[in-house]
C-alpha cells in the first residue's frame, strides 16, 4: 500500500513538472505534448522503480553474503577453540602431577591466608611452551583459566573415588609420613612407616606388583636440598629397594635435582602420589 501510494504521488509531481514544461511545444505538437504529459512520468517512474529495485536486491544480496561470513567465522571459532580444549586437555592429563604441583605453588598466601601473588599466567605459558600447544584462538587467559577448572575438576574426582586430597596436607612432619602411606594405599600400594630408628633415612616403604619404593618425606617451607637425595639413596641401597624418591610440599634445590638426575632417585610431591605406578613403568 505505502510502495501504491510512493508511486501515485511521484506520478502526480511528475505529472505537473511535464504539464508545465511542456506548455511552450504543446502549439506544435499537442499529440505529442499529450504523449509525454501522461507516459513521461510513467517512463520514468518505470526505471526508477528498476534501480530501488536493483539496489535492494543488492543490498538483501551484500547482506545475506556478510551474514554467511559471520556464520562461517563464528562456526571456525568455535572449531578453533575446541580444537585448542582437546589439546591442552590432552597435555593436562599428561603431565597432571607436576602442573598440579606448579600451579599450586604459582600462587603465594600471607599468614591470613590472603593470596599476595599469583604466577599462574608464567606456569601456563611455561606449560604451553614446555608441550609446543599453539592456541589458534584462545587467549592466554582463557587458557589459565580453562587449565585451572580441569585441574579442579580432576582433583574433585580423584577425591571422590579415592579419598585423597594432595592439598589436605598434615602440618606435623610424624604425621605427614602416615599421610603419605595411606596416600599410597589408596592407589594400591602396600605401605608402611618405618620405625625411626635405623630407617637409614627412608620414612616410608612401598611395594606393589613386586615393585619396592624407598621414600624420604620432607614437610618443609624451605627448598629441599641434596642432603635428602643422598640419603634415600644410600638407604634405599642397603634395604634393597629397587627405587628411591624423596617426596616434598616444597620444593628442590638446583644441586637436589642435579644429584636426582644422576643417581635416578624421584622427587616428588604430594601430587605424584596417585601416578607413582605409571610414573615406575615410564
Known sequence: MIKVLRILG???????????????????SFDVYLVSVFFGPVVL?????RRISKKIKKSASDAAAEKTRQETETVEWFAQIEADKIAIRAQVEKHLPALSRNMKK?????????????????????????????????????????????????TSV????????????????????TWVAEGLERFGWQARVTQGSGDQGVDVIA?????????????????VGNKAVQEIYAGAKHMGLDKAAVLTNAEFTRSAKELADSTGVLLLSPEDIPELYKRLQN
Not at 207 to 223: D, F, I, M, T, W
Open 45 to 49: 517512474i518505470w526505471i526508477n522503480e
Open 10 to 28: 511521484l506520478y502526480v509531481c511528475l505529472w505537473f513538472v511535464f504539464f508545465l514544461v511542456g506548455i511552450p511545444f504543446s502549439t506544435q
Open 106 to 154: 604459582a600462587v603465594k598466601v600471607n599468614d591470613y591466608g590472603a593470596a599476595v601473588s599469583d604466577e599462574r599466567t608464567t606456569v601456563v605459558l611455561e606449560f604451553l611452551a614446555s608441550t609446543e600447544i599453539e592456541l589458534q584462538q584462545m587467549s592466554i587467559m582463557h587458557a589459565s583459566s580453562y587449565i585451572t577448572g580441569l585441574l579442579e575438576a580432576e
Open 207 to 223: 611395594e606393589r606388583n613386586g615393585v619396592s619404593v624407598g621414600l624420604q618425606c620432607k614437610l618443609y617451607s624451605n627448598a
Open 158 to 177: 580423584r577425591l571422590e573415588d579415592t579419598q585423597f586430597d594432595p592439598r589436605s596436607i598434615p602440618s606435623n612432619g610424624y604425621e605427614f609420613e
